[in-house]
Every structure is written in C-alpha cells, then in structure tokens.
C-alpha cells in the first residue's frame, strides 16, 4: 500500500514527520524516509532551500 500525505514545505520537515507518524501510529504501521541525512547522520536540509 502507498499513501501520499502533503505538507508543505514551509511547514518544516518536523511537521512532515509528525503528519507521517500521526498517520501510521493511528494504524500500527511503520515508515521510513530516504534522502534526508547524510551517512553521518547529519540533516541534508535539502528542504531548506525550497522554502517560500
């Protein structure tokens, strides 16, 4: 199963985890996100530029 949610991106990314955590803690259900840390474990802040 796939599900899409959208926030925008001035929102930061912390209302993105939190939209997505809301979602799948309501369901029992794990996720995962790819592309926003670096090996280190160090934000890319990729978002940060796409802000308003």
Known sequence: ML???TVPV???FPAVE????????AR???WEHG???DEDGKPLDWWAG???
């Open 3 to 5: 599900i899409v949610l």
């Open 28 to 30: 029992d259900c794990g």
């Open 35 to 37: 592309n926003v840390h």
């Open 10 to 12: 001035t929102a930061g």
């Open 18 to 25: 939190a939209a997505v955590r809301a979602w799948t803690t």
């Open 50 to 52: 796409e802000a308003g």
